[in-house]
């Protein structure tokens, strides 16, 4: 399975990904999570990517599509893969599609999370994750505060610094003008299927299921 995730920031992209990795036995590939993982350990990419990522806007195109061809030539890429954060541009898009052909792929799936915008503030200014797993709370509906421990595996929960207000506007106006223009080039290509999240976590992964279901049945 080849899935690609795609949705404004909050949508639960990263919740449904892990899901579905962990059900189907494939990667979760999260550009984000790379990114973050390359800030804790302080790499030049890392220094260079945090202040971008603060300020709530993308980190280069071909930066990006460097890391991505990468991890999709990688061996454990090979029986399948779930993208999450990628692509965010209409460049990055085009370059996915000429790494797909350079891999022999020509089967894959872009499932669009959707999710009114009051609620993803909403979610986003509650969202927790885990230090340790990156798995997501919030503060709202889950017994959890910042500080506290991951109830999976112990680790510290934190806001990410880019859930702050300010940013939050800025990275919705991204999604907006940069990463949307990216969905007509994927109905164009007839592989977009839009999914609604504001229905439970559960909801969520079975309507995404069916949806795969019914395109690999055609
Ligand atoms: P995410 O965890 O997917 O919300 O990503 C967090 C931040 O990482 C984004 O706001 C961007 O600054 C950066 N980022 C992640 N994926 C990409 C991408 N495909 N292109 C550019 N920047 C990205």
């Given at each position: 399975m080849r899935l690609l995730l795609f949705g404004p920031p909050g949508v639960g992209k990263g919740t449904q990904a892990k899901l579905l990795a962990n059900e189907f036995q494939?990667?979760?590939v999260?550009?984000?999570?790379l990114l973050r993982a390359a800030v804790a350990e302080g790499t030049d990419l890392g220094r260079k990517a945090k202040v971008i990522m603060d300020a709530g806007k993308l980190v280069p195109d071909d930066v990006m599509i460097g890391i991505v061809r990468d991890v999709l030539n990688s061996p454990k890429a090979k029986k399948g893969f779930i993208l999450d954060g990628f692509p965010r541009t209409l460049n990055q898009a085009r370059a996915l599609t000429q790494i797909f052909g350079e891999l022999g792929i020509r089967t894959y799936q872009v499932l669009n999370i959707e999710v009114d915008n009051e609620e993803i503030i909403q979610r986003l200014s509650s969202r927790l994750m885990c230090r340790n797993d990156g798995?997501?709370?919030?503060?709202?509906?889950?017994n959890v505060v910042a500080g506290s421990p991951c109830p999976d595996c112990g680790g510290v929960l934190y806001q990410r610094d880019d859930d702050k207000p300010e940013t939050v506007r800025r990275r919705l106006e991204v999604y907006h003008t940069l990463t949307s223009p990216v969905l007509k080039y994927y109905e164009d290509l007839g592989v977009e299927h839009t999914v609604n999240g504001m229905d439970s976590v559960e909801d969520v992964n079975l309507n995404i299921k069916r949806i795969l279901q019914s395109a690999e049945a055609q």
């Amino acid at each position: 399975m080849r899935l690609l995730l795609f949705g404004p920031p909050g949508v639960g992209k990263g919740t449904q990904a892990k899901l579905l990795a962990n059900e189907f036995q494939i990667p979760h590939v999260s550009t984000g999570d790379l990114l973050r993982a390359a800030v804790a350990e302080g790499t030049d990419l890392g220094r260079k990517a945090k202040v971008i990522m603060d300020a709530g806007k993308l980190v280069p195109d071909d930066v990006m599509i460097g890391i991505v061809r990468d991890v999709l030539n990688s061996p454990k890429a090979k029986k399948g893969f779930i993208l999450d954060g990628f692509p965010r541009t209409l460049n990055q898009a085009r370059a996915l599609t000429q790494i797909f052909g350079e891999l022999g792929i020509r089967t894959y799936q872009v499932l669009n999370i959707e999710v009114d915008n009051e609620e993803i503030i909403q979610r986003l200014s509650s969202r927790l994750m885990c230090r340790n797993d990156g798995k997501i709370y919030n503060t709202e509906t889950e017994n959890v505060v910042a500080g506290s421990p991951c109830p999976d595996c112990g680790g510290v929960l934190y806001q990410r610094d880019d859930d702050k207000p300010e940013t939050v506007r800025r990275r919705l106006e991204v999604y907006h003008t940069l990463t949307s223009p990216v969905l007509k080039y994927y109905e164009d290509l007839g592989v977009e299927h839009t999914v609604n999240g504001m229905d439970s976590v559960e909801d969520v992964n079975l309507n995404i299921k069916r949806i795969l279901q019914s395109a690999e049945a055609q």
